[in-house]
């Protein structure tokens, strides 16, 4: 089974950036379509994005035209890049893909 651990989060200040991988330990071919979701304190986990095998990709409308998710297969490795990041991003950041287990996540703070 394909295990995925996220990394790359940090404290950031409003307007920042910070890119999010996704990193599996074996072939991404098999597990897509790839999410991105995210769960801030006392809320539900939401999703945030996705791209599909063909490289198509999807957006929740609260995070259009600042984040962006991409991947590399060769380094089996699925991107977040957040742009322009305001303190309701702040939560806890996972990827899922089918068949896979939720993992430990990476949280990103984002200070006013």
């Known amino acids: 089974q394909v295990r995925l651990v996220e990394s790359g989060g940090g404290l950031v200040q409003r307007g920042g950036s910070l890119r999010l991988s996704c990193a599996a330990s074996?072939?991404?071919?098999?597990?897509?379509?790839i999410h991105w979701y995210r769960q801030a304190p006392g809320k539900q986990r939401e999703l945030v994005a996705i791209i599909t095998s063909g490289g198509n990709t999807n957006y929740a409308d609260s995070v259009k035209g600042r984040f962006t998710i991409s991947r590399d297969n060769a380094r089996n490795t699925v991107y977040l890049q957040m742009n322009s990041l305001k303190p309701e991003d702040t939560a806890v950041y996972y990827c899922k893909g089918v068949l896979t287990e939720w993992g430990q996540g990476t949280q990103v703070t984002v200070s006013s």
């Open positions: 074996g072939s991404i071919l098999s597990i897509y379509p």
